[in-house]
């Protein structure tokens, strides 16, 4: 597996580079969605991996989906990873892509969950202090979850504030069965 990510990597890396020098992130991020989602696609999961057709064929049968939403520069991404049998690949390179253009962009996206719908100043002000305490741009996301009881759990990238009463009650309950 860890292969893979790193053949993803390699694979983001260069769309990477390709979409700077070009200006279009935008773009990119748009192709690679799309990819990422017909190579996810159960049908195709089992079409991609039917190692009883020649993977010429099975590129072209990809390429039969996604070409019309493709620009030549995306064409040719396909067709370089259907030739080295990777077009399984994609979802993983796009998700590579996309933490490399965030990290460039000094943009990180977090999410907020609450017990209780947040207001729009409290979303404001997470997002403030998020923005200064990260020192990035904040896409920030929020999501319900009635089982907190209160508070909520902040989570961007790798860096949790869980300020929630569950999580509260479970750290009692922790220190108290020691």
Request: net charge negative.
């Amino acid at each position: 597996m860890s292969e893979n990510i790193q053949i993803a990597q390699s694979y983001a890396k260069a769309v990477h580079e390709l979409s700077t020098a070009a200006g279009s992130a935008d773009a990119w991020s748009r192709q690679l969605a799309l990819l990422a989602e017909v190579a996810s696609n159960d049908d195709m999961v089992r079409y991609l991996s039917d190692v009883s057709r020649p993977s010429e064929e099975r590129t072209k049968g990809f390429l039969a989906v996604v070409s019309s939403e493709l620009d030549a520069a995306g064409v040719n991404l396909v067709r370089l990873m259907g030739e080295n049998g990777r077009l399984s690949l994609m979802p993983a390179v796009a998700e590579q892509y996309e933490a490399l253009r965030a990290q460039a962009e000094e943009r990180v996206t977090a999410t907020v969950v609450s017990a209780h719908p947040l207001s729009e100043n409290e979303i404001n002000l997470i997002n403030a202090a998020l923005k200064k305490r990260l020192n990035r741009s904040v896409d920030l996301h929020t999501e319900i979850d009635s089982s907190l009881i209160g508070g909520a759990i902040i989570r961007a990238g790798d860096w949790v504030i869980d300020g929630s009463m569950r999580g509260g009650i479970e750290k009692l309950a922790a220190q108290l069965s020691r």
